[in-house]
């Protein structure tokens, strides 16, 4: 019996970083990876008991995976890319979030270049009108509605747009074109569907796959944001080694399904960003949205 504790904390690191390679299911356990992390300290803890030293071990080990996963030992500080800059936010504001009139009311009021939402209900069109009326919109027209519940403001032109359906009408990005002084900045605002069943999972999966091939081929200036129903160590998430909101903050959760505990004990960071070489993201800042299990990302890119 006292072999079970190393034997448990055997399965908590496999399903932590081997757990991906068993496909769909193997890919949601992976998810996890923190949480699986902070649950090996207690089978770390138990062997301490009886071998001090193994247990010492397993429990250091256990605590600087969960400081590396965390990015404790990162040096977060980013170097902007140039003089100009825009502050960005978004959210997913959950699509019957009751107390959507106030919490976009308070967004009106803040100081920001470009407003980006996924879930955004139809309902509320003459809402989203309301906010920083002077500002260029995508998303409220009568023809295109919000397709995938997306919506963006902008305090920049708007040069182009275009919707793009990759697989079915609930799958697929919008693509905007931002003028911002003299530079053109592409936005891709993108919701893949959450992998509630086998069929979601792939369809999100094969949409991520989709922008990350066309992002490869761009030159010039642009960023992803959204809600990528994933998470940064996925192996279907393919820009670890860009610049990312999930780079630039330690403790980085964005997504909690379980209120009343901490974030940072139950959140998934799978709200993001992703932005080009020759920009930074830098000044990111998490915030409750009430209404949403989403939080609000705040930051700015520069370039």
């Avoid at 904390?9 to 399903?15: I, N, R």
């Avoid at 920049?156 to 905007?176: C, D, F, N, W």
């Avoid at 974030?263 to 990111?284: E, H, K, R, W, Y």
Wanted: contains cysteine; hydrophobic residues 45%.
């Amino acid at each position: 019996m006292k072999y079970t504790p190393i034997a448990v904390y055997g399965l908590f690191l496999s399903a932590a970083f081997f757990s991906s390679r068993l496909g769909y299911l193997g890919d949601l356990i992976a998810s996890f990876r923190y949480q699986w992390l902070m649950l090996s300290l207690l089978p770390a803890l138990l062997v301490f008991f009886y071998h001090r030293h193994l247990g010492a071990m397993l429990f250091i080990t256990s605590f600087t995976l969960i400081a590396v996963h965390l990015n404790w030992f990162s040096d977060l500080t980013v170097a902007a890319k140039g003089s100009a800059k825009l502050s960005v936010r978004q959210i997913n504001l959950s699509y019957y979030n009751p107390h959507i009139v106030e919490q976009m009311s308070h967004l009106a009021l803040q100081n920001w270049d470009v407003l980006i939402v996924q879930e955004f209900n139809d309902n509320n069109k003459a809402l989203f009108e309301t906010i920083k009326p002077k500002f260029y919109r995508f998303g409220s027209d009568d023809r295109v509605g919000f397709p995938m519940g997306l919506g963006v403001i902008s305090r920049y032109p708007l040069l182009s747009s275009k919707v793009v359906y990759a697989y079915t009408q609930r799958v697929g990005y919008i693509e905007l074109d931002l003028l911002v002084t003299d530079k053109i900045i592409k936005l891709f605002a993108i919701h893949p569907p959450s992998p509630r069943s086998y069929k979601d999972w792939k369809l999100r999966n094969e949409l991520l796959q989709t922008i990350h091939v066309l992002t490869q081929k761009l030159d010039g200036f642009w960023f992803i944001s959204g809600d990528f129903n994933t998470v940064p160590w996925s192996d279907y998430f393919h820009y670890s080694r860009k610049s990312l909101c999930s780079n630039a903050l330690a403790n980085y959760q964005t997504w909690q399904h379980l209120k009343g505990f901490p974030l940072m004990l139950t959140g998934l960071p799978i709200d993001n960003c992703v932005v080009s070489q020759n920009m930074a993201v830098s000044g990111l800042k998490i915030e409750e949205f009430v209404g949403s299990d989403h939080h609000l990302l705040s930051y700015d890119v520069s370039f």
